[in-house]
């Protein structure tokens, strides 16, 4: 594991790839791939009994195991079931070396299940089963994949080189041959081609050795063909990597892929497990704010209403609110005008008017009368009038200046004018008022009839 954590930090480093995804791919060292078949009771049996034995692969490691499973149907009757095991403490020790580099674990799966999805991808156009064969270090082992499906995974037991693996297949081929016949229902099908996987040195050895006796169909997995799926040189790629190619294509052909155990799904439900608490208690205080929204939202609608049912009722008052300031502007202006008089008022003589022109009515003889008084300044007045004799006019002049308030009288002309009750001399006067007219009599002077 120190091997491998230094390693993948100097990858990450290098590649710049930190805080990316991440998949690892188990040989069968650190996992076992079992496959059954039948009706789903049987494979519902079969996982069970699995299940019971699991704990049983010592040579996985000591402690508890994992078993992740996949069902798949074949037919309507028919079902497939995909079986994995590994050692938890291995899992772990793994999770913990991948996330110290900086990136994220999202699946670990087998070494064969990788390597039948490669071929169903790298070799589509093929319909008839194939046998993968992946060397390491401490030997060899078999696959029997068909459409990218695992049918079944075999370790041979002891190492076995490159040069012994014709032997090793002529042991296993009859027994292969009647599994997939029997599993496909094809009696009549040959388990010929080879697809061999590995370092180079070993698989063309391995290549070299089966070409030789003629009875297998024998090649490297065809890795070059990867090359269109990414932005790397063709020399890049080899069969040494064809589980991993096989792990990566995943993500290209995930719609068309079968679902393939992942060991990482028990770690994967335990973190949504301890997420679930943090999400609740984080979830309260949004909780509180929702319905502190709702609550908001409920006042704020209300108040649109009362706010819509306002704007109606301005809307309805509206011309009396245009009166009004018609109103209002005619009180201003009103107030503005009686302002004015107030001010004319101040500024007038103390003069009594109307003692004047009761004076001066007192004056007027009988057969006497005014059409016109005009007032100029208070202290001038303009008597316009006329009288049935000529003899009137002049007493109407003396009696005036006779009268109290009166400084002056002067008799600016006179005229000749007909009336219905016959002709009258009109005449036009022009008074000058005595400064202390406000205290004058209105009494008539003596001899003058009153009007």
Not at 75 to 91: F, N
Request: charged share 20%; with cysteine.
């Amino acid at each position: 594991f120190e091997t491998l954590a230094r390693q993948l930090k100097q990858l990450v480093t290098t590649e710049r790839v930190a805080g990316c995804s991440a998949s690892l791919v188990l040989n069968s060292n650190l996992c076992v791939t079992r496959t059954t078949t039948g009706s789903s009771a049987e494979v519902a049996k079969s996982l069970d009994e699995l299940q019971d034995r699991g704990q049983l692969y010592l040579s996985l490691g000591a402690g508890a195991k994992t078993l992740v499973s996949t069902r798949a149907n074949i037919d309507a009757r028919h079902e497939q079931a995909v079986v994995t095991v590994a050692c938890e403490a291995t899992l772990q020790r793994l999770i913990e070396v991948v996330e110290s580099c900086g990136l994220e674990l999202k699946c670990i799966e087998a070494e064969t299940i990788a390597l039948a999805r490669a071929h169903g991808v790298l070799h589509r156009g093929e319909d008839e089963p194939a046998l993968l064969i992946q060397f390491d270090n401490d030997g060899l082992e078999i696959a029997v994949a068909h459409r990218g499906n695992l049918l079944l995974d075999y370790r041979p037991g002891g190492g076995v080189s490159g040069e012994e693996i014709a032997a090793v297949l002529d042991q296993h081929h009859a027994r292969l041959q009647r599994f997939c016949q029997r599993r496909l229902r094809d009696f009549s099908l040959q388990l010929r081609k080879v697809y061999l996987a590995g370092p180079a040195d070993t698989v063309r050895a391995a290549e070299r050795r089966l070409a030789q006796r003629g009875e297998y169909q024998a090649a490297a997995f065809d890795t070059q063909a990867a090359s269109a799926y990414w932005e790397r040189p063709s020399t890049a790629l080899g069969p040494h990597q064809a589980a991993l190619i096989g792990r990566a294509l995943q993500e290209v052909h995930a719609a068309d892929d079968s679902p393939s155990p992942n060991l990482m799904e028990r770690w994967i439900a335990e973190s949504r497990k301890h997420i679930r608490p943090i999400l609740l208690r984080s979830g309260a205080p949004i909780a509180a704010v929702l319905l502190l929204a709702a609550g908001l939202a409920v006042v704020n609608l209300r108040m649109a209403g009362i706010t819509q049912t306002l704007s109606q009722q301005v809307a309805e008052l509206r011309p009396a609110q245009l009166e009004y300031k018609v109103i209002r502007r005619k009180v201003i202006s009103s107030r503005e005008k009686l302002k004015n008089l107030q001010r004319l008022s101040e500024g007038a003589p103390a003069c009594e008017v109307t003692r004047v022109i009761a004076s001066i009515g007192g004056c007027l003889p009988d057969d006497v009368w005014l059409s016109r008084v005009t007032i100029t300044d208070f202290e001038r007045l303009k008597l316009s009038g006329a009288s049935y004799t000529e003899s009137g006019v002049y007493d109407f002049v003396r009696y005036l200046n006779q009268a109290p308030g009166v400084a002056q009288v002067a008799l600016e002309g006179t005229g000749t004018a007909h009336t219905g009750q016959g002709p009258s001399t009109t005449f036009d006067l022009n008074l000058k008022l005595a400064s202390d007219a406000a205290d004058g009599a209105t009494a008539k002077p003596q001899g003058v009839a009153s009007r």
